[in-house]
């Protein structure tokens, strides 16, 4: 950046364009107008703004084809002109770390998957060979795609455990005890050449649903993830909420049962030793003998059979206990239930509604619902490639990278926030 007035000025005209360009990030699509309110810049500025914008591809204009309640209807005869980016400007990957699996996407700026790939990865046993396996997959859906590697503008990514959002780092977790500590952001980045976000796959979830399924439109959600392990990721008045070190949402391991059996946290009935799905293909298999997995639960569910969705409603009947605190100090509107366990379906949720039925106040019992999640397993990494295109990142806000030249913006600028 070049020094004396010639440089400031050109530092103040690339802050501008940034933050034009989260504004249209976060909205999807805006008026001129609307975009000089969300960002405080005179109607001129963003005019001027936009129209290089414009020019250089990185946005385009369309007509609106209704009127959103909050936008002022346009004069009669006039139909408003709305900016968007164009997806086709750049794409980002999203990257979902199970306990068991890992699983890589790719998409446009639309949010449209471009290519996705799966894998059973032994995530917990080692950290490094999980981020190298997904450094792998991540080439392989681009190569597939056919995106070059300079035409990816961020990767988002979700990791079951806690997220320090003022470093990128694991938390404390004995769940998670060869990440603890670790830079996971810097990790990936090296190994991707990309600037990345990390964040709890709950809370993804929760962003995935509340961007492309059951929670859109939703401002006060609990999205629930129940598979190996159990977790909730909020959503508080529309944002995104982490707690003060990334715990917010642990609740697998709050203590459901004081004389249950011993979690792999070291601590004494947890909820997930009563409702994680290894607890319940656990008392299957006393039924059935042999190994039972999650996959079979869920398929032992859906083919009618009565011991399996016993267990299930049990499960959502403890999930539901914790919850009705949850209930009565939140209030939410919406519980999404989501992860493998979620595909059982009714009497997951007929458990989980009728001991939000008994514990908590009828007040806030009555006020919300419980649905189950409408994109399966595929939530969390959907909310990672949210977490770039809307920028819903816990980290401070950066400058745009698309003051550059644009055969140059999608390197390793920092992303949009």
């Known amino acids: 950046m070049g020094g004396g007035p010639g440089g400031a000025l050109r530092s103040l005209r690339e802050l501008n364009r940034g933050l034009v360009v989260d504004a249209l990030r976060r909205r999807g699509a805006a008026s001129r107008a609307e975009l000089a309110r969300a960002t405080g810049l005179s109607r001129a500025t ?3 703004l936009t129209s290089e914008l414009i020019k250089e591809g990185l946005v385009l204009e369309r007509e609106a084809e209704s009127e959103p309640s909050d936008r002022a209807p346009a004069k009669a005869g006039r ?16 990257i979902d770390f199970g306990h068991s699996h890992v699983r890589v996407a790719v998409s446009d700026l639309s949010s449209r998957v471009l290519a996705e790939h799966h894998a059973v990865v032994d995530v917990d046993r080692s950290a490094a060979k999980a981020l190298d396996a997904a450094a792998e997959m991540a080439s392989a859906v681009l190569a597939e795609a056919g995106v070059p590697a300079d035409g990816v503008f961020g990767c988002g990514v979700g990791i079951p455990g806690p997220i320090d959002q ?3 780092t694991v938390g404390s977790s004995p769940i998670l005890p060869g990440w603890t500590g670790l830079p996971a952001a810097a990790e990936l980045a090296d ?33 629930v993830k129940l598979a190996t392990g159990i977790g909730a990721g909020l959503l508080l008045g529309g944002r995104l909420h982490r707690g003060a070190s990334g715990i917010a949402g642990e609740i697998g391991h709050v203590l ?28 299957l298999q006393e039924a059935y003998g042999g190994e039972l997995s999650t996959t079979d639960v869920v398929r032992l569910a859906d083919e009618g059979d009565v011991g399996a969705a ?44 009728e001991s939000l039925e008994r514990y908590a ?15 399966g397993d595929r939530a969390e990494v959907l909310g990672a490639l949210s977490l770039v295109t809307h920028g819903h ?15 140059q913006v999608f390197s390793t600028s920092p992303i949009i926030r």
């Open 46 to 48: 963003v005019s001027t």
């Open 79 to 94: 139909p408003p002109v709305l900016l968007a980016l164009d997806p086709r400007a750049g794409t980002v990957l999203g």
């Open 166 to 168: 003022r470093t990128g």
């Open 191 to 223: 190994r991707l050449g990309l600037e990345v976000d990390v964040d709890n796959d709950a809370t993804l979830g929760a962003l995935g649903e509340a961007t492309h399924g059951a929670a859109r439109g939703v401002q006060d959600v609990i999205y």
């Open 256 to 283: 459901y049962d004081p004389n249950g059996k011993l979690c792999r946290c070291g601590s004494r009935g947890c909820l997930e030793t009563a409702a994680g799905a290894p607890a319940i293909a656990a008392l």
């Open 310 to 353: 016993r267990l299930v409603r049990d499960a959502g009947r403890a999930v539901g206990r914790v919850l009705a605190d949850m209930v009565n100090v939140l209030n939410p509107e919406l519980i999404v239930l989501g992860g493998e366990l979620a595909a059982v379906g009714a009497p997951l949720r007929e458990g989980v509604t």
């Open 361 to 375: 106040l009828p007040a806030a019992a009555t006020a919300v619902r419980v649905e189950l999640g409408v994109l």
């Open 393 to 407: 990142s816990g980290r401070a806000p950066a400058p745009s990278p698309l003051h550059a030249a644009p055969a």
